[in-house]
């Protein structure tokens, strides 16, 4: 099945710091990418939703100053948590739509943690 | 809004059978979805079922969905050890590949 990676895999950074993550669809093209968030224990959070060659569209709530979208290409999106602070701790989640089979792959996440 | 609840924690037997239940509140809801995750790992979609369908069964997993009351479920028969994860249910107008709402996600034990 088609395959999506995110880097890294974990990080923890200082606060006040900036952190980008990376999302990749392996063997497909993906005009649309999905970020989520996790919290322990508990259910994913839509944040946006990433469009090849165009501006994300942010969930109510987040803000998009703080988590900057760039959705370069067909196989490549980024999130980057600017001036993170420890409550921007959590598991971040990508997606990628596959628009060939009309189908969603999510990527295995990051943990970030912010000391 | 949108809201899906499942019940947080299920424990059973191995070989028994699990049924993981979730509630909906949006009733234009036309594609419901199961995905398991594993600890520290990303989501893999097991099964998803039209709203039009009552019932789905795929292998050791059968899931029955009541739109009246707006109430989906997952039965797995003969529970393994690796079916031990966190279940979500999902939901979204326009297929697999559009913007999902998750439930909060129930945590299976399975137990020898």
């Known amino acids: 099945g088609a395959v999506v990676s995110q880097h890294p895999s974990r990080v923890i950074c200082k606060s006040g710091t900036s952190v980008k993550i990376e999302c990749r669809s392996l063997d497909f093209q993906a005009t649309t990418m999905f970020w989520y968030r996790q919290f322990p224990k508990k259910s994913l959070m839509l944040m946006a939703t990433?469009?090849?060659?165009?501006?994300?569209?942010?969930e109510q709530g987040v803000e998009k100053d703080k988590f900057l979208i760039n959705h370069a290409s067909l196989t490549l999106s980024t999130l980057t948590v600017t001036s993170a602070h420890p409550e921007d701790s959590s598991f971040y989640i990508c997606?990628?739509?596959?628009?060939?089979?009309?189908?969603?792959?999510f990527g295995p996440g990051t943990r970030l943690l912010v000391l | 809004g949108e809201d899906v609840e499942q019940s947080l924690f299920l424990s059973v037997r191995e070989g028994d059978s699990s049924v993981i239940n979730c509630t909906y509140t949006d009733s234009s809801s036309t594609y419901l979805y199961w995905y398991k995750q594993e600890p520290g790992a990303g989501l893999q979609l097991l099964t998803y079922?039209?709203?039009?369908?009552d019932m789905k069964q795929d292998q050791r997993l059968t899931v029955l969905l009541n739109k009246k009351d707006k109430h989906l479920s997952l039965r797995i028969a003969d529970t393994q050890t690796g079916d031990s994860a966190i279940y979500f249910c999902a939901e979204s107008y326009t297929g697999t590949a559009s913007k999902l709402t998750f439930g909060t996600g129930t945590r299976l034990q399975v137990t020898l």
């Open positions: 990433s469009n090849e060659g165009s501006k994300a569209t942010y």
């Open positions: 079922i039209f709203s039009n369908m």
């Open positions: 997606s990628a739509r596959d628009r060939a089979v009309e189908t969603q792959y």
